[in-house]
């Protein structure tokens, strides 16, 4: 929910709740009205006078809207059910609605667990821009997010697997599209829906992603080709593509980064994220090249080695690969880097003396 929506919900219950003054005091009116018999306007009728002003008691809490129209819920339809209430149910309808709203902001509880994870997450809900992809710190944050979760969506209550898909949603992590596919099989038709609605909403939001990089791509300025190119990356990368859609999408990522690169053929972190993209699309010959180039820079080494390990491997370049295994046992690790890289680096290191 962004600081708007949180900011004008408020607002909009007060100023529906205020406007229960004039209407009361017209419904008030309108039985003293009748109840009397006599009308407060000359040559007016007091059964007709009562009805104006019961009309008008019914109307005035249409201009009330506590709620955005895009948000779909009870907060953007609790006018309208007031003023029919009251325009039918004459004196009673009033009090009725006023009682009603009052009790159930006390009765009604709240969704437990998963509510409390929608509080806390860690993503803004209407934010629709996706994370790029980080270091390792990123994945464990990913990955603690979505156990509990997990636990939840292997039970029984249903309010509480809501939740949990609807913060799955706002993830939008690989692992989250993971568990909102298993949660297309799920007993409950409920979960079902609120999966199929999550797995939907997230295409729209990566949809609107591509197409606002691919606007400002057209300038051809460096920052949107860079902007356009990890677009497409963390789109692949999401597991929402699968088969022919993917690999467009890492290709329609390379060519972008390819084109940045053209404008700065110095930045080597930019040719490190080429060579990782080619090398996710088979193209091993120039990922080798790409790494390379990009281990030049000892803040990048680290995951370019890493890289290029996996190329030789891949390609099943033995000599290649057992050349660089002995090279990476000098290998300066510098401060900051991803310790995942470090891990396989060291584990990698430690088959020195390995000869194809």
């Known amino acids: 929910m962004s600081s ?13 709740f205020l406007l229960f003054a004039p209407a009361t005091a017209l419904e008030a009116g309108a039985v003293a009205v009748a109840w009397q018999g006599t009308s407060p306007v000359p040559g007016l009728g007091p059964w007709t006078a009562a009805l104006i002003l019961h009309l ?12 955005p129209k895009s948000s779909a819920g009870k907060r953007r339809f609790y006018p309208c059910l007031a003023a029919l209430l009251t325009l039918f149910l004459p ?3 009033l ?42 710190s990123t994945f464990l944050r990913e990955e ?9 969506l292997n039970g029984s209550d249903i309010e509480l697997k809501r939740g949990a898909v609807n913060l799955l949603r706002r993830l939008g992590s690989a692992e989250a599209v993971r568990l909102l596919r298993k949660s297309l099989s799920d007993p ?27 606007r400002a791509a057209r300038k051809g300025s460096f920052e949107a080709l860079c902007a356009l190119g990890r677009a497409y990356r963390d789109y692949a990368l999401s597991e929402l593509p699968e088969g022919s859609i993917r690999e467009n999408a890492v290709l329609q990522a390379r060519r972008a980064l390819e084109k940045a690169l053209a404008m700065q053929p110095d930045n080597l972190r930019l040719r490190l994220e080429t060579a990782q993209l ?43 690969l057992a050349g660089l295994i002995k090279d990476i046992g ?27």
């Open 188 to 214: 409950s038709t409920e979960v079902r829906y609120f999966a199929h609605t999550a797995l939907a909403r997230l295409e729209a939001d990566f949809s609107k992603r591509l197409e606002r990089a691919e």
């Open 330 to 356: 000098g290998l300066t690790i510098p401060p900051g880097t991803d310790p995942l890289t470090v891990i396989h680096l060291k584990l990698w290191s430690s088959a020195q003396g390995w000869s194809p």
């Open 56 to 67: 008008l008691a019914a109307g005035v809490l249409l201009p009330s809207r506590p709620g």
């Open 278 to 320: 080619s090398l996710s699309e088979g193209d091993h010959r120039a990922a080798r090249d790409y790494f390379q180039q990009a281990m030049q820079d000892p803040d990048l080494a680290p995951a370019s080695a890493l890289g290029l390990i996996r190329a030789f491997f891949e390609t099943r370049d033995w000599p290649a």
């Open 91 to 93: 004196a009673v309808g």
């Open 144 to 152: 603690l997010s979505t156990e509990p979760l997990l636990d939840i």
């Open 4 to 16: 708007t929506q949180r900011d004008h919900r408020p607002r909009g219950r007060l100023w529906f």
């Open 95 to 136: 009090a009725g609605v006023f009682l009603a709203m009052i009790v159930s902001r006390s009765v009604f509880h709240r969704q437990g667990l998963a509510k409390e994870f929608v509080q806390h997450s860690i993503i803004p809900e209407d934010e629709a821009e996706m994370e790029e992809v980080g270091d390792v």
